[in-house]
């Protein structure tokens, strides 16, 4: 289970306001193995039969324990990391239903020519903005401040959520057999470097998710923001030329029924107030 608590607050404040809209489930994904155990890793097995003790007898002690160190807690980072991302990737996909209602990209694409979609922009929204300048001669202040923090561009299909918060750190490869530990000492070192190794990595894995969670959301509230703004007029709409080429090319390459569809007019936001409208038109 997903242990941080802001993950439900967050998708449950963006739904609140953003009303989001039902569409299909997921498409059905196959098995994910998971990631090795904390256990494996304080255990691990030789790959080569044939090293032995007699490899490292020549080093120093305190050497080949900071090597040895080294090696199981970036083992261990690595596995906590994949473990915990296995997890949430898990917790995601029991409650992807309901973030495919949350997180609707679609219903906020608008139509182009040629079936092609164009994405809104991301409107960000700051309140009580604070301006000092001039070496603090000057100051200014302001109830709302919005910017375009992306524009609308032309798009084949609509964003997904699982492109913002599905990750996958690939297979937890072991450090080389000869940093692996062979006497009880070594062997017991060894688990608690991998253990703090693995809650590094578990912590990592949450902060990865926090940021990716709340980009995801900015990027969606800000595209609900733009609809909001230009409802109230308070921003422009894209506009998109289409022109119908007929037959272009030739020679190696020949374009049957030709089309090209630009936005020649990017979404601007609007300061005349006196043209805007309510809230709640």
Known sequence: MIRTPSFFRVLTLTALTCGAVLFAGPVARAERT???PIAELQNPVRTDTAISI???E????DIRFDAMKEAALSYGARGGLAWRTWEIRNELENTSDYMDKVFDFRQLLIAAPSGLLIEPPIVSEQENALLIEAG???AAVSD???SISANAKIVATARVWRNYLERDW????PPPDVLLPETPEEKERWANWVQIGWERGVEQADEIFQADLQALSADYQGMVRYRMLLAQDMVSQPYALHVDRGVTGGGDVMRVGDRAVQITGKPELKPGSDT???ASR
């Open 34 to 36: 998971p990631p090795p």
């Open 54 to 56: 007699g490899v490292t």
């Open 58 to 61: 020549g080093l120093p002690l």
């Open 136 to 138: 603090g001669q000057s």
């Open 144 to 146: 709302r401040v919005y």
């Open 170 to 173: 690939g297979k937890v490869a």
């Open 276 to 278: 805007w409208l309510p």
